[in-house]
């Protein structure tokens, strides 16, 4: 039996399926600045929604925190054990001065966001199936897998949203991934490797990290990006890689991972895709 998550308790009906907490962000002492990835962008999406009046605190789903035992139905113990090493936390996230920290701060400063933003990608799983369609404005780690993190990823959220839905919601037996962000979705490609109710489409950088040969067998559709690929390219083969995907497997639940790193200029993307022309950025059932 499934232990009893807080993740999949009910939500209020007058929510929009939009999940976000204030504890996604990570600021402390400036460290988030050492690295290009916007640590504090989270909140900037909400407080832009807000400004525009498009959305209001009344109508955002809290996101909660994934436990330990959450994160257990994925990950090792053995993985959780070495997050309790700032060296090992300070490896993932690329940013070496949190070598220097003492764990507790390193729990509280960088690990709770994260594990806040992968309660909350559990969460809309379970939203989209309920309401048709759900947004997580964070997570979308897929670097990480079951036993290992890397660019900073250090839960693999995008798993766990999956096999949360497998075990406890009826009818849900069938997932397609499809992962836009411009570096290859290494973590979650790991970890669904040899299950065929998974069917992942990827469309990343060649170029750029990862670059895990071994992950790439995963990928049931490969759409592999030069340098500086521009709107006109990108979207015809994104339309065409996407409606092939859903033609070959219907799934129960569609993951988007959305990665705002395809827009040019982005400084580890490498792609040169417009803002107008970005595709949608949703987490939906189909």
Known sequence: MPHRSELYEDVPSGCWPIVYSPDYNITFMGLEKLHPF??????KVINFL????????????????????????????RYLNKLK?????????EIPPVLFLPNFLVQRKVLKPLRTQTGGTIMAGKLAVDRGW???????????????????????????AIKFLFERVPGVSKATIIDLDAHQGNGHERD?????????????????YPGD?????????????????????????????????????KP??????????????????????????????????K
């Not at 916007?38 to 909140?43: C, I, L, Q, S, Y």
């Not at 525009?52 to 994925?74: P, S």
């Not at 071994?214 to 990928?219: E, L, M, Q, T």
């Open 38 to 43: 916007d640590a504090g962008k989270w909140g």
């Open 50 to 77: 807000k400004e525009e009046k498009l959305i209001g605190d009344d109508l955002i789903v809290q996101a909660r925190e994934a436990t330990d035992e959450d994160l257990l139905v994925v990950h090792t113990r």
């Open 85 to 93: 090493w700032s060296f090992v936390v300070a490896t993932i996230t």
């Open 134 to 160: 759900a947004i997580n404005v964070g997570g979308g780690f897929h670097h990480c897998s079951s036993d290992k993190g890397g660019g900073f990823c250090a839960y693999a959220d995008i798993t766990l």
């Open 192 to 208: 669904f490797m040899d299950d065929q109710r998974v069917y992942i489409m990827d469309a990343y950088n060649r170029y750029i």
């Open 213 to 249: 040969g071994f992950a790439k067998r995963a990928i049931k559709r490969k759409v592999e990006l030069e340098w500086g690929t521009e709107d006109t390219e990108y979207l015809q083969k994104v339309h065409t890689h996407v409606e092939g995907a859903l033609n070959e497997l």
């Open 252 to 285: 129960d639940i569609i993951v988007y991972n959305a990665g705002t790193d395809i827009l040019d200029g982005d400084p580890l993307g490498g792609l040169a895709i417009s803002p107008q022309d970005q595709p949608l950025e949703i987490l939906e059932e």
